[in-house]
């Protein structure tokens, strides 16, 4: 996983808790670094470790730990594709093309990065469905994004995000109207 994501981790755990909860993370799951290279790929592993250990910390489980994690990074992510988007842009435009768009971008500039495959439908001008499809099994986290983008272009009240099928699993169905 790229070292920004980490870097991203980092800081929305310095945010929501506090520095010293962030050491205890790394030092549980074993990570020697407190900082991470934004042009390093780490392993997934180290993404895994941190977010189990911070489950365990606060009793809040993975999946909704990923789920907050995603919404706190679609600010930062939009800011970092921000040449790549189109300003008419909303929710469902921006689900609609992220897959072509952003996803393409990462691949083609970090090769050894591999973001989630986002099979994204336009089922109405309101609806799409996303089939996420990563061995990852971080649909959570696709959850959170979805959501965080409502919350990012003021949709928040008018979007319905609808997971179809289990957060952990290597496919996840996501359904998004907006009301």
Known sequence: MHGTI???????VQTQYDHST?????????ISSLDFNSKTVYPDEHMYALIGYA???????????HEKFGEYLVPDLLYMYQKLMRPEWKTLEMLEHTEAVMHTHVRREHTENAPPVLDVKRVSENEVIIDYVSPRRMGGLAVGIV?????????????????TTSEDGERVQIRVRRN
């Open 6 to 12: 980490f870097s991203l981790l980092k800081r929305y």
């Open 22 to 30: 962030w050491v205890q993370l790394t030092e549980l799951a074993g």
């Open 55 to 65: 489950a365990q910390q606060t009793g809040i489980p993975a999946g909704e730990l």
């Open 147 to 163: 959501r965080g983008l409502a919350t990012y272009f003021d949709e928040a009240d008018r979007i319905d995000v609808q997971p």
